[in-house]
Structure formats: C-alpha cells, structure tokens
C-alpha cells in the first residue's frame, strides 16, 4: 500500500458520502433552468394579451366620451324643451330668437274675482275654437290634482309659419299659466309630484317649422298645461312669434 492510497482512504473515512451527488446537482441545474424557461414563456403569454388588453381599454375609453357627449347634449336638449333636429349652431340661434320674443311685455285684460270672462273664442275660419292666426288652439277638459288643474291643449300653427313660437299666459288675476312635459320652457316656478315632469315651467315654445304631426297641414303641438287650485276660471293667453303677436281669453 503506497502513501498515496493511504491519504485517500483516509479522507474517505472522515469525509460524508457523496454517492450520486454530482448527477443530482446536474439534474438540480437543469430542472432550475427548464422552470425558468417556463416562466419566461408564461410572462410572454401573459404579456401580449395584457397588451392588447390595454388598446382595448383606451377604445371603450374614447368610446365611452363621445356616447358620455351624445347622451349630455340629448338630456340637456330635453331638459330645456328643445325642438327635435336642432343642430347645436341651429339650437343656439333658436334660443337666441326665443330670447327676443321673452322681452315683449304681456299685453292681456285684467279681470276681479266674479266677473264675466271675456272669451274671445270664435271658432275661426281654420276651424279652431281660440285664436286669430297664424296660431290657433283648442281646449280640454280639466284634470285635478292635489296642486291645481292641468289641460292638455292642442296648438296649430299656420303651414306657412316658421320659426320660434312663445306661449305664455295668466289667469288675469295673477296666476301665471305653467307648462310641463315636452315644450315647457323658460323658468320652473312649481313642482307637482303627480305630473309626469313635475316641474312647471312659466312657457310653452315650439318650432313652427318642424312639427313632430300635422292635421289638415297645420302643425300639430300638444302641451300640458295648469294652473293651481286657487287661480280664477278666466285665463288670458299671448302668443309671439317672429313676425307677429296674438292674444286670445278662455274660460276653463
């Protein structure tokens, strides 16, 4: 036994085992390495759909604004009683006319408590019971509710009339005549829970030109239109368009 075999069995002797130890630290490294390449393919898989991911987020994204724009201009031209088909330029130079005619005082007869009213329905020549033209209207019977009494009047305007048309009116005591639903316009001087648009609104404005029906070629606008429980039953109404001003009473 030379010295050489001496020292290594030596060393065997106080050193641990290492049987199998160099292949399991290979197939260590390589197992490593393959759960790497593993997790670098998933990133990968993850990575592009998060991408596209993203791209379709900022297209619902703009999406989203231009539906958000439509759906704001669509309640605010509902909220105000804006005549259908009205571009935004066409809006803007509609209100400007409407404008104009709110500045025309109200020119309508007074009546006391008790006296006669001075209707001045005549069925005229257009068939209509109220009204001289180019507008004319007729009546309805009331329907109470706990704030007073509501009418829903047929309103016809000549098929040669274009342009803004203003209704307004008073019970010629005081009372100012309120307009709800489609065409109310100007200021909300009440509220009635048991109306379809509970606010009440001081006007009545339609497009003479762009009626949603017409009858026998007039324009054909339907309102809603009140007056509360302590009004009189004589109410004065001025209409005012571009070219002209009319006013008729009613009794109701």
């Given amino acids: 036994m030379t010295l050489r075999r001496d020292v290594h069995t ?16 290979l197939q260590t490294v ?11 393919r998933i990133m990968f898989r993850i990575r592009a759909p998060l991408a596209l991911v993203a791209v379709m987020v900022l297209i619902v994204m703009v ?5 958000g724009g439509r ?8 909220h105000n009683g804006t005549p259908a088909g009205h571009s935004l330029q066409a809006q803007s130079q509609f209100d400007a006319q409407v404008a104009l005619l709110e500045r ?16 001045t329905g005549n069925n005229n020549s257009a068939g209509y019971v109220y009204g001289s033209g180019p507008v004319y ?5 009331g329907e109470p509710s706990a704030w007073g009494n509501f009418f829903n ?10 342009g803004p048309v203003l209704v307004r009116g008073t019970d010629l005591q005081g009372h100012s005549v309120v307009f709800t639903g489609t065409g109310a316009y100007g200021p909300v001087i009440a509220n009635d ?26 324009g054909y606008f339907l309102v809603r239109q009140g007056l509360p429980k302590d009004a009189g039953g004589c109410a004065g109404f001025q209409v005012d368009g571009p070219t002209f001003t009319e006013t008729f009473t009613a009794s109701g």
Avoid at 137 to 141: E, F, I, K, L, Q
Avoid at 153 to 162: E, K, N, Q
Avoid at 193 to 218: C, I, M, T, W
Wanted: aromatic content about 10%; proline content about 10%.
């Fill in 71 to 78: 759906i704001v201009r669509d309640w605010n031209a509902f």
């Fill in 10 to 25: 030596a060393f065997e002797a106080i050193s641990p085992p290492a049987a199998g130890m160099p292949e399991r630290v």
């Fill in 153 to 162: 009047i047929s309103w016809f305007a000549d098929p040669r009339l274009t």
């Fill in 137 to 141: 209207a007729d009546g309805s019977n």
């Fill in 104 to 119: 025309r005082p109200l020119h309508l007869p007074t009546v006391s408590a008790g006296a006669i009213c001075p209707v």
């Fill in 63 to 67: 999406a989203a604004v231009f539906v």
């Fill in 193 to 218: 829970p048991a109306q379809a648009s509970p606010a009440l609104h001081s006007e009545f404005v339609f497009d003479a030109g762009h009626p949603k029906l017409r009858q026998n070629g007039y």
């Fill in 30 to 40: 390589l197992a490593d390495h393959a759960s790497r390449r593993r997790k670098e």
